[in-house]
């Protein structure tokens, strides 16, 4: 499971870990602007991420990290 640190993503509706993640778990949440340009937060659905991992080395802000286990 991964998790996204707010304090660093960009909120770019473009995200490339969100059209680049084989099962569609990055979900944008809201938006704002005319071409609604940013998502008002990118979500992780749980449900669906496998852990791939592969969002954490697309992330151009670095935003994305492992989840620690509980
Ligand atoms: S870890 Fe893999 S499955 Fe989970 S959100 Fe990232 S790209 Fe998608």
């Not at 996204?4 to 084989?22: E, F, N, Q």
């Amino acid at each position: 499971m991964v998790t996204i640190d707010y304090s660093i993503c960009d909120r770019m509706k473009g995200c490339p870990p969100a059209r680049r993640c084989p099962v569609q778990a990055i979900i944008p949440v809201g938006g704002e602007g005319f071409f609604r340009r940013k998502v008002e937060r990118w979500e992780i659905d749980e449900s669906k991420c496998t852990g791939c991992g592969i969002c954490i080395r697309l992330c151009p802000q670095n935003a994305i990290s492992k989840k620690p286990k509980k």
